[in-house]
């Protein structure tokens, strides 16, 4: 487990949670009646069973229940939110000898609901009102939902109106995230000094996740750990026990959790090679001009088309283009080594829901022609938290494509090769939008650890 030394104080979580809450329940409350429904019924999730097996899944709380609670292991429970009245938490705890049962929860989110426990469904069921016919319903399409009398399951609708609100984040998912951030951070700086030790993929995991205090399955997602060309996989799903002949370099993207709100956190580290570590030096440059440019009232797809002028100046300045930066722009050839999208929204999802919305009522605002795997395009307001993230790959598909294409007479290809080995460069820091410009959620944790 994390070192309680280095979390928040829950004299103050309690505070904050208390106004979080507040908002969560004003804001549900107007969704509800812009949708026409009374109450709103959450489900945390189930345990999903592998095929012809008699066990689970690794389980996965949904996000619209941890927006009112944190509570990461309790499958089976509910929140019963009603315009008006305090919430009800039916608590899933099961009567089970097989599996640990879950402990009634406790802490500073607590004094906030009523908590009900309940052996099981048919018990939570008892909890809630007997008419449920107003009430819409959030979660697994539970067989049993066809007696309970629920008005609606999963209402596009109404879910539309919930995730716009969620870009953005209250005070308490602010101090949520800052702790995400310190923890991963930490784990981080053990992973780099496992790289430099020598160490294979999977030693340079276990040192990230001893230095977090969490398991892979309390992460937000699967750590990306990828030595030498591992680095041009964009989502490297590998992890080598063997240590490799020779280290060149390491790209690690792997975050912490911290009361369900997720870090996301990149960085890429060359062994001894000066040449590749320059490189990582002006792409590090680059992404904090980025960085710069992130306030209240900015289009993201304008800092998206921004990372491809700077990237081409970058590619020009390396050698690794030979046609001017302008020239890589307009012909894409600096979609060759940045295929991705420079960064998406963050909170109780890695990449958090609500990046095109153009409003609550409907309505999506475009990617930028060109750009398809972008996975932001709203203007930014106060409270949204993003993550940066450029790249430059040597993806050999893509070079494959470029070697065919118009792009061929416009790379330096003795140079790519040189640099292959080294499979590509990402940096990632986690950015909370503030009126006047941003706070570095990522660099200030890194500073702080």
Request: proline share 7%.
């Amino acid at each position: 487990m994390a070192d309680v030394r280095a979390l928040p104080q829950q004299s103050s979580l309690d505070a904050l949670f208390a106004s979080h809450l507040e908002a969560v329940c004003a804001r549900s409350a107007r969704a509800l009646e812009a949708c026409g429904y009374s109450a709103l019924l959450v489900h945390s999730g189930s345990l999903l069973p592998v095929f012809q097996d008699d066990r689970t899944y690794p389980f996965q709380v949904h996000a619209p229940f941890k927006v009112w609670a944190p509570l990461l292991d309790a499958p089976g429970s509910f929140v019963y939110f009603e315009p008006g009245r305090r919430p009800l938490l039916a608590f899933h705890q099961p009567d089970d000898y097989w599996y640990q049962p879950p402990a009634l929860p406790q802490g500073y989110w607590t004094g906030h609901f009523e908590i009900r426990p309940c052996r099981d469904l048919n018990a939570a069921r008892r909890l809630l009102p007997p008419n449920l016919r107003t009430t819409a319903f959030l979660g697994d399409s539970l067989p049993e939902l066809a007696s309970w009398g629920v008005s609606d399951v999963n209402p596009p609708r109404l879910i539309r109106h919930l995730d716009f609100a969620r870009a953005a984040k209250s005070p308490y998912e602010l101090a949520c995230l800052r702790q995400a951030s310190r923890l991963g951070a930490r784990g981080h700086l053990a992973a780099t000094r496992a790289f430099e030790a020598g160490a294979s993929e999977f030693e340079i995991e276990l040192a990230f996740l001893a230095a977090c205090g969490q398991r892979e399955q309390d992460l937000p997602y699967n750590p990306i750990i990828a030595l030498n060309e591992g680095g041009a996989v964009l989502h490297y799903q590998v992890l080598e026990t063997s240590r490799p002949a020779e280290h060149h370099s390491l790209l690690i993207d792997a975050a912490a959790e911290f009361a369900g709100y997720a870090s996301d956190i990149t960085r890429t580290h060359s062994r001894r090679d000066p040449d590749f570590a320059a490189l990582i030096g002006r792409m590090d440059r680059m992404q904090q001009t980025l960085c710069s440019e992130v306030r209240s009232g900015v289009d993201w797809r304008e800092i998206h088309l921004q990372a491809h002028r700077l990237l081409a100046e970058v590619l020009r300045e390396a050698e690794i283009v030979t046609c001017a930066a302008e020239e890589a722009v307009a012909t894409a050839t600096t979609s060759v080594f940045l295929p991705h999208g420079i960064g998406h929204l963050l909170g109780l999802e890695v990449h958090d829901v609500g990046g095109f919305m153009r409003s609550p009522d409907g309505g999506d605002i475009p990617r930028p022609e060109g750009h398809p795997f972008l996975r932001l395009t709203r203007t930014l307001e106060e409270g949204f938290v993003v993550t940066m993230e450029p790249g430059l790959y040597f993806i050999p598909q893509l070079l494959d494509a470029a070697r065919a294409d118009h792009r061929s007479g416009r790379i330096n290809w003795s140079r790519v090769e040189s640099l292959r080995k080294f499979g590509g460069i990402r940096i990632e820091d986690d950015l909370a939008v503030t009126a006047a410009g941003h706070e570095n959620l990522t660099r200030d944790a890194f500073r702080s650890s």
